[in-house]
């Protein structure tokens, strides 16, 4: 299986997966189909392809869909590959319940975020040792 195929298969798992999520949040709310697109602000076929795994919606579809099912868009984001899981962070926490930026934002300082804090774990790691002894210039 080539490269691209594995990628392919990564990213239909993961939509699948949204998707079952998605709809198993739905009908766990007894919301309809078409109830649920019109409060995400998304056309009923769209939604529905997203439920079946045919579609892998934006980080900001995410977060409509999120709101309309008043669940953690952070959760959604977790599931749909976007975000790592991982221990609660009040920045993170910050950023994704502010009201006053897009999603598009919040996914963008997220990332900026993550960045850091990988550029941060990578600094405070110890240098490799030596494999050669430098010689001495006493």
Known sequence: MSQDENIAT??????SDIGAFIKAQREGAQVSIRQLAARAGVSNPYLSQIERGLRNPSAEVLGQIAKALTVSAEVLYVRAGILEPGEGSAVRDAVINDSAITERQKRSLLDIYTSFLQQN????????????EEPSTD
Request: zero cysteines; glycine letters at 0%.
């Open 121 to 132: 774990a990578a600094q405070a790691q110890p240098p490799p040792e030596a494999t050669a």
């Open 10 to 15: 990564v990213v239909t798992h993961a939509a």
